[in-house]
């Protein structure tokens, strides 16, 4: 499979997407996961088609004003010293993130604030926003206060990321599934690019083994591998930051970029 800028969603795999049945944002809201237990797994893009085609009795596929495939536009907010990015690097137990986030589709806007705990739990909390600032407002550093007891002043734009995702929802076990593709990160000095790569992640409100998808990368061989697109972005487009401890997903991700199609 080819994915490119210029159409990265081919005939066959619209024709794949097209033939789940479809579920709504409305539907899906009913059983919406702020809290949540996570997994994250990745594998070559040219895996997607394949993959899908074995899901598809188990998932219906979000469709959200007739599309199937959702943009996505983050801005990540850290401390000059980009305390998030090393608290997660070096294994603190308690860790977050902090961005804003703009579904491209509909306009809606959020900032959000991703906090994960010493169980490996994760919290989303957020609010309604109008556009991504270079500041955050009075409104939004109250909000960092409350929900952090972190010094919101510190705080500054560090990476812009935008992807392209599929969501797939089985409502029996309340599961959803999201796979990321297209994946850009940039700053004020450097541009990557995961086009090769799917980031794929289980969300649910408690870990349930009998996931359809679970068993699909048991048999396929592919782990779960802990992983984060903020630092990840992070890590390739600050040259020379320290990584010791993400040199095995770099290994990873790097395999997965330069392997034949």
């Known amino acids: 499979m080819s994915i490119t800028n210029g159409s990265f969603i081919t005939d066959d795999l619209n024709s794949i997407l097209t033939s789940y049945r479809t579920i709504s944002l409305h539907e ?7 809290s949540r237990f996570d997994e994250k797994y990745v594998f070559r893009i040219s895996k ?4 899908l085609q074995k899901l598809q009795q188990h998932y219906r596929i979000l469709s959200v004003n007739h599309q199937l495939l959702a943009q996505y536009e983050n801005l990540y907010f ?5 305390k998030s990015y090393h608290d997660h690097h070096n294994d603190r137990a308690t860790r977050y993130k902090i961005r804003f986030r703009r579904y ?5 806007c959020f900032f959000e604030i991703k906090r994960k705990d010493n169980r490996g739990f994760t919290n989303k909390k957020r609010q309604s926003a109008k556009e991504f600032p270079k500041d955050l407002s009075d409104n939004q550093q109250e909000f960092v206060k409350t929900t952090l007891q972190a010094d919101p002043g510190l705080l500054q734009p560090t990476l812009s990321n935008s992807f392209h995702r599929i969501t797939l929802v089985n409502t029996g076990n309340r599961e959803r599934l999201t796979l990321d593709i297209m994946i850009h ?3 004020t000095a450097r541009k990557e690019y995961l086009d ?3 980031i794929a992640e289980v969300k649910q409100e408690r870990h349930f083994y009998e996931s359809a998808f679970k068993r699909l990368m048991q048999h396929e061989r592919i782990f779960p591998l802990s992983f984060s697109k903020y ?3 992070t890590l390739l487009t600050h040259p ?6 993400f040199k095995p997903k770099l290994t990873v991700i790097n395999k997965l970029r330069n392997e034949p199609s």
């Open 28 to 34: 899906m809201e009913e059983s919406h996961l702020m």
């Open 48 to 51: 997607l088609k394949d993959f």
């Open 240 to 245: 020379g930051i320290k990584y010791n401890r």
């Open 78 to 82: 850290d401390t000059p010293e980009l």
């Open 104 to 108: 491209t589709d509909s306009g809606d």
């Open 196 to 198: 090769e790569v799917v």
């Open 185 to 187: 990160f940039s700053n």
């Open 231 to 233: 630092c990840m972005g």
